[in-house]
Structure formats: C-alpha cells, structure tokens
C-alpha cells in the first residue's frame, strides 16, 4: 500500500508540474503576444493621434539642436513590406525590457531617424508580439518605411542579415561594423535575437536612406512594393 502511495503521489506531481509547464508555455507564446499586441496597437493610436492634433516633435535636423528623444516614449512607426501588408511597429526611445514590450526599441546612443549616422533598431523574434519573428527573411533590396509624422523615410536593406554576439556592440556603430559601409552616411541598423526561441547571438541587418518625402504628399510607392 505504501509503495502504490507514493507511486500515486508522485504520478500527481507529475501531472501538476506538466499542467503548469503547458500554462506557462501558453502565457509566453500567446497571451504575452496579445498584451504585446494591444500595447503596439496603442502606442500606434497614440502617435496618429498626436500627428493629427499637429503636436509632432521637430524632424531629423532643424535649425538648432535636436532635442532628445523622450525614453520609453514612441515617436515613430515602422513598416516592412516584406513582413506582410499589415505589419507596422510602433518605434519607442530605448531598449529596456518593458519598453521593448510595447515595440521596437531605438538604441539611445544612436543617431535620430533620418539624420546623419545610424538609426538603430531593437526588436523581438519572439515572445512580445514577434515583432521581428521573419527577419531572417529580409533580401538585399527590401524596403523598411518609417514616418515621424511629418516625413517617411524609405531606407533599403543592403545585405542577407548577419549573424553575430550580443557583445558586438560595433554593428550599430555610425559607421556600423562589418555592413559594408565604408564612410560616413544615413544608415539602419536593425537587431533582434538568434537562434528563434534564443539570445546567445543576435542577428542585424543594415540599410540605408534611399528616399524621403513629406507627409503631405502621400504615402511612399515603397510601402506596396
């Protein structure tokens, strides 16, 4: 009897443990997606929002100093066309855990959207809404849009993404290691983690500024190509 009760006991465990795993596991793969998603969508209806209210911050280079980005505050919303007709990201001030819950992350030290530099980006492959879950798909030529409210950049994906160490900190560099770049310009730098369901490399992908225009006149053709 004592033996068919701790068998009985533990088989109890067992299944207990299981049910929790598969609970966690369905936290972290759908309802820490949907939290995400909600988030995003927010911020997105935030900024329109504040666009349509004309209360935009100052573009990528006035006439006196920038002011710096507000942490943990959206201020812009990227497209990527190679990642589905509907797929827009809000773009937030930095790259600390709870920002990057609610989009992408721009690296603080890094140059504003369109200004001389680098502009870059952090993001998800998976958990937190998947931002980034088909980077790997990104092809030379690719166009990533982004839009401050009164401009759209279009910059294009110049490489197959790179695959390197989260201690590589050169790749988002002004003129970012390892992308081909050889002097001074308008770069992207986009970042997310490799492998898929892992952190121990980090894979980038590098564009540059290929066109801009207002606002006012329309949305860019890139954004259906």
Sequence with gaps: MRTRLIVRTLSEICVTVGVLIILLVVYVLYWTSVRADRAMDGEIDHLQDRWATGTVSAGAEPSSRPRRYEPGASFAIMYIPRFGADWAKPVLEGTATGTLKKGLGHYSRTA??????????????????????????????????????????????????????????????????????????????????????????????????????????????????
């Design 112 to 225: 504003r959207l369109g200004a001389l530099g680098n502009f870059a980006v952090a993001g998800h492959r998976r958990t937190y809404g998947d931002p980034f879950k088909d980077f790997p798909e990104l092809r030379p030529g690719d166009a990533v849009v982004l839009t401050d409210g009164t401009t759209w950049f279009t910059y294009r994906v110049d490489r197959r993404p790179y695959r390197t160490l989260p201690t590589d900190t050169g790749v988002i560099d002004p003129v970012p290691r390892a992308s081909g770049f050889r002097r001074p310009g308008r770069y992207l730098t986009l970042t997310t983690c490799e492998p898929e369901w892992g952190h121990s490399h980090r894979l980038i992908s590098w564009a540059h500024l290929d066109a801009t225009q207002s606002v006012a006149q329309g949305k860019p053709k890139a954004l259906y190509s």
